[in-house]
């Protein structure tokens, strides 16, 4: 288990809805772009923009490397009768089965070395369809 995944995992026990019950904005404006389709979150936490997207009628697959925020995203999914997929995954060496029409990562590429952030993201645009969308956003120096 990494240390980042620890710290979340901690800090996911000690508070339920750490980052709230809202999805990102930028996840939320891409709704008027792309209404259904394949979304993979990569490093989704405690799922907010993952629940929010399979609302919306997406068919996500969501992965973290916390099973603390995962567990979490799978009882509230069930608790609200949501379907997905939440999985504890490493998001540099997780891989994907087939392409998606959407690919999330929020604020989690600036927990990685600069090389192999440029190398998700261009491992990610080979798994999107063409006309796919990606919203990332994250912390810069």
């Known amino acids: 288990m990494s240390q ?7 800090r996911y026990t000690d508070h339920e809805e750490m980052f ?10 891409l709704m008027a ?10 490093g989704c936490g405690q799922g907010r923009n993952a629940l929010f997207l399979a609302v919306g009628g997406f068919d996500v697959t969501a992965v973290d490397a916390s099973p ?10 069930r608790g609200a009768g949501i379907t997905l997929q939440a999985l504890v995954g490493d998001i540099t060496t997780f891989d994907v089965a087939q ?25 990610w645009k080979e798994w999107t369809r063409p006309g796919g969308f990606h919203a990332i956003a994250v912390f810069t120096r």
């Open 4 to 10: 980042t995944s620890e710290h979340y995992d901690q």
């Open 20 to 29: 709230g019950k809202m999805p990102d904005l930028v996840v939320e404006q």
């Open 33 to 42: 772009l792309q209404t259904k389709g394949t979304a993979l979150e990569l």
């Open 68 to 77: 603390v925020g995962i567990a979490q995203l799978q009882r509230y999914a």
């Open 99 to 123: 392409p998606v029409d959407l690919v999330v990562s929020t604020y989690v590429l600036h927990h990685i070395e600069n090389a192999m952030a440029r190398t998700l993201t261009a491992r």
